[in-house]
């Protein structure tokens, strides 16, 4: 027992640290991303087309990560991608991480109408494939970061939804939850001082995998050219420019493909360790 | 004496969700069938039955946790058979509860300390670290206990928080369901000569319900035998364990093992019902 | 007569970690109920499961003996002693709807070992399961078989498990609490089925049981354990007639009586208890001297 959760809590220490210092350097990238960044991402000179990473023949220095068919340097994109990535995975993540949770615990904790109203409402939105229910909210929307946001927190708090609704639908039956009542709590008061702080880590976890979600979506939708600009440095943009070119200039596609892969797997990473870490059985 | 609560032809019937048809709703399972007892106050009073009898269920709709279906619940002279939740509110610090399994009962992202003080805030009891710390001691349990979790402690020590909890509000009345069950024989004892002692000091009423005839003999004044939401029988305690007037009670009290040398007890038939 | 189960200076550990089973020596004879009763973390589960060849993982015996039918156990090869444990041994659980897969009919899972483990045919393994069903006193043997898990009572379901583990006629049963979930009226019936069971194919029984009423009611013999380590051990009748180790004491006057209900429940007292960790260190003690 005391060593299965030592085990454990060595796991659930890696599983911060590692993924914390990819994110840690990235949200850095980000906020300094004018600073650090060698090069404007958006400068094009093709005079220095799709260089090759320093560590390779006919590379120029100061171009580590190479050049892309338009002479912009990559990692500066990259640097500048991260920007936007974590912009989206913060705030559409927290929309939907916000209003899915709030629905989650109303149903599940009240049951009755308002369960029957979210499950239903969860049963259809989960009925449209999501990249497309994107891509067409979008559309309609028009094209752009906010658009992006929204269109993420609107398809993926049912993610939320369901789960913290089934969470709460066992706390709503556990004793404690009696007992405050029998203490004279409130069926507010006892959602919020109950039933909350122990459907809380696995809120967070979602929250962080739904940060890696949003990342992904992004991507996603500058691939198909429906977010910013096309000019302007994303993931996904750089991803989809990079696959005409993967003959001749892998770097274009690989670099950015494995920011994001890190970026995402980091995400639902430190989710898990902190889910583990905000358990006191296991502190 | 006064009796605390009446209770007359109680009906409480619960939806059946496993047999609940696609469409419309489950089919109510009637769990109470018409029960009418008194508790006098100042007493303990024994529930006692086998699982299904449906003891865990009226003792939830006294505390009124669950709305019977039909019949009436008075306590202290008030109907609260119905009463809606924020009517409720005011009498909920008289009607306290300690739960079967102290683990599931307290929450276990909150610190002793605060499992005990957060009722006595509400209702305005005082909740301070001096108070929290005197209703820990009241239950044996040294002051140091406030900053632990549920988790950090014994099966025993768990349930006296349980206990802690609710005296701090000095209720009129208290629930114990199965309080000892899950509990070791020396924690057991520890758990039940403390209720004893805390009963006899402050006058509680409390309704014990167990499924275990022995534990009640030590503790209750009187007893209720439920048998499928029935009640079989009841009365004084020495009486119903001397002279029992059901073969159900009688069956109880035989399957009953003694710690102690019988030959014969294996052989002798239970009663079958 | 030889001991069905011998069990020689028996220790077990988390690994890297706290010692669980403390030098325990016991007997079992063909015939014999030997109950074993402790609080909880006691070990008293453990060794059962020791005997058995399941011990929870990160669990390991780490000296002593187990013989089952005079066979040294730790020295088979890890098949052949399943095979051996197999044959020879069976279980009757605590928790009778865990032990049941909820998916799957009553029959097969009764007859599974005899066709998997004794290969029996089909036919054959069938006909024993009726026979055993009826020995249980259940009365539409063909109906219980056809039925899953959650169509039976607890009571039913114990019924079944207890008709499994006599089916392959085993020489020793380990029974572990395997009437803590149900009702006293129902534990009687089952209590009184094991033994009549028991006594007709003569098998040897090891009861676990945290209950000391069950203990003076099913078994011939027992051992009292704490911490791991058997404080106490003899004939029942002789050990509930004058109980010798003082914590075997404080535990009858913890038990409930109901005729006698102001003698009993008691809490066990501190002197005691301190005596018994004192008992522990010097067996944690006297390990350490003997492996230098």
């Not at chain 2, 003891?55 to 939830?60: A, D, E, F, H, P």
């Amino acid at each position: 027992m005391s060593a299965d959760t030592r085990a454990q809590r060595r796991r659930a220490g890696v599983r911060l640290w590692l993924p914390g210092l990819w994110l840690g350097l990235l949200c850095l990238a980000a906020l300094a991303a004018p600073w650090i960044a060698p090069h404007d991402p958006l400068a094009q000179d093709l005079m220095l087309e799709r260089l090759p990473p320093a560590w390779v023949g006919g590379a120029e220095p100061g171009y580590w990560l190479g050049t892309d068919s338009l002479g912009r340097d990559v990692l500066s994109r990259i640097v500048w991608g991260a920007r936007i990535a974590l912009v989206v995975a913060l705030i559409a993540a927290s929309a939907a991480c916000l209003l899915g949770s709030a629905l989650g615990l109303v149903a599940g904790y009240f049951g009755g109408w308002p369960d029957r109203v979210v499950s239903r409402l969860v049963d259809v939105w989960m009925a449209f494939p999501p990249v497309l229910f994107a891509i067409l909210l979008v559309a309609v929307l028009g094209a752009g970061l906010h658009s992006v946001i929204l269109a993420i927190a609107i398809i993926d708090w049912t993610r939320f939804a369901r789960v913290i609704r089934a969470e709460a639908m066992v706390q709503a039956r556990m004793d404690y939850v009696h007992s405050a009542r029998i203490g004279g709590a409130g069926r507010i008061g006892t959602l919020l001082t109950e039933v909350l702080p122990n459907v809380l880590p696995s809120v967070i976890a979602l929250l962080a995998l739904e940060m890696g979600v949003a990342v992904i979506v992004e991507a996603i939708l500058s691939f198909v050219n429906l977010s910013i600009s096309t000019d302007d440095p994303t993931w996904g943009s750089m991803i989809a420019e990079g696959r005409a070119s993967i003959h001749f200039a892998w770097w274009v596609l690989v670099f950015p493909l494995v920011a994001l892969f890190l970026t995402v797997l980091s995400f639902s990473q430190f989710g898990e360790g902190l889910k583990d870490r905000f358990d006191p059985v296991l502190r | 004496m006064a009796d605390l609560f009446e209770v007359t032809d109680l009906h409480l019937s619960l939806p059946d969700m496993t047999a609940k048809p696609l469409i419309g709703a489950a089919p109510r399972i009637e769990i109470l069938k018409g029960l009418s007892f008194t508790l006098p106050e100042g007493k303990v009073t024994g529930i006692v039955g086998e699982s299904g009898s449906g003891k865990s269920t009226l003792g939830r709709a006294l505390v009124r946790l669950l709305e019977p279906t039909g019949g009436s619940i008075r306590f202290a002279g008030q109907d609260i058979t119905h009463l809606p939740e924020p009517a409720l509110a005011p009498l909920r610090r008289d009607l306290q509860m300690i739960f079967q399994d102290p683990m599931s009962s307290l929450n276990p992202r909150h610190t002793v300390g605060r499992i005990v003080a957060m009722p006595m805030k509400r209702f305005g009891r005082g909740g301070s670290r001096a108070e929290v710390a005197a209703a820990l001691e009241r239950v044996g349990l040294p002051a140091g206990f406030a900053a632990r979790y549920p988790h950090e402690l014994s099966g025993g020590q768990r349930q006296r928080v349980g206990i802690a909890r609710a005296i701090a509000l000095s209720p009129r009345f208290i629930l114990a369901d199965e309080i000892v069950s899950g509990l070791d024989v020396s924690s057991q004892a520890q758990v039940l000569t403390l209720l004893e002692r805390l009963a006899a000091e402050m006058g509680l009423t409390i309704a014990f319900i167990s499924h275990d005839l022995s534990v009640i003999r030590r503790l209750c004044a009187q007893v209720i035998v439920l048998q499928h939401g029935r009640i079989v029988e009841a009365g004084p305690c020495e009486r119903l364990f001397d002279a029992p007037r059901s073969d159900y009670t009688r069956a109880l009290i035989d399957a009953i093992p003694l710690p102690e040398i019988d030959p014969g007890w294996l052989g002798r038939e239970v009663v079958q019902t | 007569m030889t001991a069905c189960l011998e069990i020689l200076g028996l220790d077990a550990a988390i690994r890297r970690g706290p010692r669980l089973l403390r030098n325990v020596s016991l007997s079992v004879a063909p015939g014999e109920v030997r109950a074993l009763v402790g609080e909880s973390g006691a070990g008293k589960s453990m060794i059962g499961k020791a005997v058995l060849g399941v011990l929870p993982r990160g669990i390991e015996v780490t000296s002593g003996d187990i013989l089952l039918e005079g066979q040294n156990l730790g020295a088979l090869s890890p098949g052949l002693r399943r095979r051996t444990v197999g044959a020879a041994a069976a279980l009757i659980p605590q928790d009778p709807l865990t032990a049941l897969n909820p998916s799957r009919r009553i029959g097969p899972q009764i007859t599974d070992k005899l066709v998997h483990l004794l290969g029996w045919i089909r036919a054959r393994a069938d006909a024993r399961a009726r026979e055993l069903l009826d020995e249980v006193r259940i009365r539409a043997p063909e109906r219980v078989m056809a039925s899953y898990p959650h169509e039976l009572s607890g009571g039913m379901r114990q019924r079944v498990l207890i008709a499994a583990a006599f089916a392959s006629e085993p020489r020793l049963i380990v029974a572990d609490e395997p009437t803590t979930a149900l009702d006293v009226t129902v534990q009687k019936q089952i209590l009184r089925l094991i033994a009549e069971l028991q006594a007709r194919h003569n098998t040897a029984v090891l009861f676990v049981t945290h209950d000391l009423g069950v203990v003076a009611k099913v078994s011939q013999s027992v051992s009292v354990l704490f911490a791991g380590k058997v404080v106490e051990a003899g004939p029942t009748e002789a050990l509930f007639r004058a109980p010798a180790h003082p914590y075997t004491r404080a535990l009858m006057a913890a038990t409930p009586r109901y005729t006698d209900p102001f003698a009993s429940l008691q809490p066990v007292p501190e002197a005691v208890l301190a005596g018994l960790r004192a008992e522990v260190a010097a067996e944690d003690a006297a390990r350490e001297a003997r492996n230098g």
